[in-house]
């Protein structure tokens, strides 16, 4: 169902790396929508290749870019005005990493040297790309970035560990730009809270498979799917939108306004 809503904006697509990938999806309705867009990832990501295959599927050129790199965020928004021919209207933030869970440290003991690269690839990127873009004027007035996130930002999930202290910093950081660039150049700035989702990032949590059927149970609609994230992106991408900065949104199928469901007092019987 495409509607043409993002026909003639431009935009910057982190995060793409498998057909599982949030942000590939959300390149895919973008397409579908009429935009033309500049799709980056790491460069240590681009060796799997895969992200060449949804450039050739959306018609995009892909800019690599460590989002940790002021330097190569400079150069990703340079090539991507170039690229484009003109100034961006929407960004999505589609990052996320942390060493401590990969090599399954415990919150407790924590490695710092981990835990500061996990703060920067996941959410201090976010100030970064926004600082280029801010310094360089390259997003049209009305322009739209939105990152992923997740709930564990303000309730503790246990095995998201040092991620959650990640995304509170993001969720932060979206507010105090989000109201620099407001006053700037109308450009705003939001978070999308999105359910558990089956991608590489999502199943590197420990105790996933468990823990996406549990966020099922807990949800009045179920968990919202990728597709549907991308969908909720593309909405806050376009013009329907212009009003909503500096926000975290929910994007769970009610999970965070539910204390329990039925379904869920069930498994646990009668005394
Ligand atoms: N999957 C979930 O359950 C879930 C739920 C809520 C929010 N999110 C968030 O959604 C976003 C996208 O994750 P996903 O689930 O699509 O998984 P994914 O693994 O497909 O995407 C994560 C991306 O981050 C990129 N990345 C890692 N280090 C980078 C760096 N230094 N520079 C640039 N890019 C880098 C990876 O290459 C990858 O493309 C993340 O912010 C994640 O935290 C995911």
């Not at 790199?69 to 100034?87: A, F, H, R, T």
């Not at 920067?120 to 997003?139: F, P, R």
Request: proline content about 3%; glycine content about 8%; charged content about 20%.
């Amino acid at each position: 169902m495409a509607n043409n809503i993002l026909q003639g904006k431009r935009g910057i697509i982190f995060g793409a790396l498998n057909e599982q990938s949030i942000a590939w999806k959300v390149a895919l309705r973008a397409h579908e929508e009429g935009a033309k867009f500049v799709l980056s990832n790491a460069p240590i990501a681009m060796r799997m290749g895969e992200i060449n295959d949804l450039a050739a599927i959306t018609g995009s050129q892909v800019v690599p870019a460590d989002a940790s790199s002021v330097e190569d965020l400079d150069n990703l928004v340079e090539q991507s005005m170039e690229i484009l021919g003109g100034k961006i209207d929407f960004v999505l933030h589609s990052i996320g990493m942390s060493p401590n869970v990969r090599k399954g440290k415990h919150y407790t003991e924590s490695d710092y040297k981990f835990y500061q690269q996990t703060m920067d690839v996941s959410a201090i990127s976010l100030h970064k790309t926004l600082a280029s873009l801010y310094k360089k004027e390259a997003l049209n007035e009305w322009a739209s970035v939105v990152a992923l996130t997740y709930i564990a930002a303000q309730r503790i999930f246990p095995d998201y560990n040092d991620m959650a202290d990640a995304k509170s910093l993001l969720e932060s950081i979206t507010r105090s730009f989000g109201y620099h660039y407001g006053i700037k150049n109308k450009v705003r700035v939001n978070t999308i809270s999105q359910s558990p989702t089956p991608t590489t990032a999502g199943q590197g949590v420990k105790g996933f498979a468990e823990f996406i059927n549990f966020s099922e149970q807990m949800s009045p609609l179920g968990n919202a799917p990728a597709t549907a994230c991308a969908d909720y992106c593309i909405a806050m991408f376009s013009d329907l939108t212009r009003y909503v900065t500096m926000q975290n949104l929910f994007h769970d199928g009610g999970f965070s306004n539910t204390g329990v469901t039925r379904n869920v007092i069930d498994m646990f019987g009668e005394k």
